[in-house]
């Protein structure tokens, strides 16, 4: 238990933007630099707005983007699993990559840096691109760990992945059959590794697809 507790529950956390959008995301760095925790960047996206700047002197307009105030959720738990308390943090957007369609699609990340750095809270374990394609495989099994249904505390479900051969804009896109729906998105997806004997990040959730409509492949959670 202390194993799944600190390499998949502890790093889970949720996002919540201005206008009420809410989210999942995962403890992607903590240190002596900070904080840093990765989700989408649709969870994110209404919190980015673009101006427009006139420079008097050159004559032209420029585009400015401007971040409004973000949200992060963190829990502590005892040692058998009961929530204990959610600690609450502003962050700010420090980097993304946007969300588009199935023409114009980047990968649907953000990484957030919280503005009061964590104590005694761990960082996920991210599988390495060498890792990720000599082991992961279709049927392996998965646990994802977010805030489904907007759920005020993250809740752990298991599956298995049905494809690794989707793309998107030329994105890998993995396609599981594991349950999410809204407030998912950002959730970490992790698989254990035999080799490092440690729960791994695998990808985060992304969208859900319960028509099958995205690809030919079928309906699933594409991460």
Request: aromatic letters at 8%.
């Amino acid at each position: 238990w202390e194993m799944r507790r600190d390499q998949m529950v502890l790093p889970a956390a949720r996002v919540l933007t201005v206008d009420g959008v809410k989210g999942s995301g995962v403890i992607l760095h903590n240190g002596a630099n900070g904080t840093y925790v990765l989700t989408n960047h649709h969870v994110v996206s209404d919190s980015i707005q673009t101006d427009d700047r006139w420079d008097p002197v050159g004559k032209s307009s420029s585009k400015i983007e401007r971040y409004l105030p973000i949200s992060v959720e963190t829990f502590i738990y005892d040692a058998r699993g009961r929530h204990m308390q959610t600690v609450t943090t502003s962050a700010e957007i420090v980097a993304y990559q946007q969300y588009g369609d199935r023409w114009d699609f980047e990968g649907d990340l953000a990484v957030l840096k919280l503005r009061a750095p964590l104590s005694d809270v761990p960082a996920a374990s991210f599988i390495s691109e060498e890792g990720y394609l000599d082991e992961v495989r279709i049927l392996d099994e998965v646990v994802m760990v977010g805030c489904p249904d907007a759920s005020a505390l993250p809740l752990p479900t298991t599956g298995h992945i049905a494809s690794i051969t989707e793309e998107q804009a030329g994105v890998g896109l993995l396609l599981s059959h594991v349950f999410g729906n809204p407030g998912s998105s950002g959730s970490a997806v992790y698989r254990f590794s035999e080799e490092r004997q440690a729960y791994e990040v695998v990808a985060l959730h992304s969208m859900a697809d319960p028509r099958g409509s995205l690809t030919d492949v079928g309906r699933g959670s594409f991460l």
